[in-house]
Each structure stands twice: as C-alpha cells, then as structure tokens.
C-alpha cells in the first residue's frame, strides 16, 4: 500500500515569516492626444521609474486608452479595485495618488464611531481632585479587642 503525498501550497500571511503587500498590481492609463493627460505623461517619463524601483513587489502597467480621462487602476489581493481619475493632475499630484494607492489595504471604507463631545456643560461641573468640596482619604484601621 502506497503512500499518497497531496501537495499544500502555502498561503501568504502578514506577520509571519515575511511581509506581503496588499497591492498586487497598478495600471496608468492616459491619453497621447488629450490636454487631461499632460500630468500623466510628466509622470511616466520622470517619475514612475523611481517608484518602480522602490516597490519592487508590486506590478505596473502603463496602457494607452486614446480619448479617455488618465487613471489610476490598483488591484488588491482581496480582490478589490481602487480607480482615481487623474485628469488635470500635476506628477506630484499623481505620485502622491500613486504611493497612497500602494500603501493602502485595498478594503472598504469603514465609520469609525467616536465618543460623542457635548457643547453643554455639566451639570454637576468639572470634577477636581484638588477643589474645595473634595475631602482627602482617610485610612481608618480596625481596633482589635
């Protein structure tokens, strides 16, 4: 009887043994002959090579899409795209979409609930160790008999 081996392809997980990042791919798309895309194009040719060169693990393409607004097109390992139109954009504008598209998590925005903060004030007022009414402690001890 034979012994069967069933092959396990490891799942990446952050936190254990390396890092991966969320962002998988980033597509630049814009325009040789529309004005929208002059920023776009400043960007790929002075830009997009030093960002290359900082995340390595991480994939881009450059698309010509001829009459359509540039964008910024990231996809996410949890399968999630993020597009930013980048028409009239400057290419620090466009570095700057570029690196948040990187760095974030590719999930959905979320409400963070925060504690609520009254106009009004207290009634009672505002409670000081160090005002008149508070009375310092006193130990009291048990007498034994």
């Avoid at 392809?9 to 952050?14: E, G, V, Y």
Wanted: proline letters at 7%; one cysteine or more.
């Amino acid at each position: 009887m034979m012994i069967e081996i069933i092959p396990k392809i490891s799942i990446p997980k952050n936190g254990l043994g390396s890092f991966t990042r969320p962002c998988r791919r980033i597509e630049f798309s814009y325009c040789n002959w529309g004005g929208s895309s002059k920023g776009m194009k400043e960007f790929l040719s002075t830009k997009l090579e030093s960002l290359a060169k900082e995340s390595q693990d991480v994939e881009f393409h450059v698309t010509n899409r001829q009459g359509k607004h540039p964008l910024i097109r990231a996809y996410y390992n949890t399968g999630r795209e993020k597009v930013i139109c980048t028409r009239k954009m400057s290419a620090s504008s466009i570095f700057q979409k570029a690196i948040l598209c990187r760095d974030s998590d590719g999930l959905k925005p979320r409400l963070i609930k925060y504690p609520v903060e009254s106009t009004n004030p207290s009634v009672r007022g505002i409670w000081s160790p160090f005002s008149d009414q508070a009375k310092p402690h006193e130990i009291y001890k048990k007498k034994s008999p």
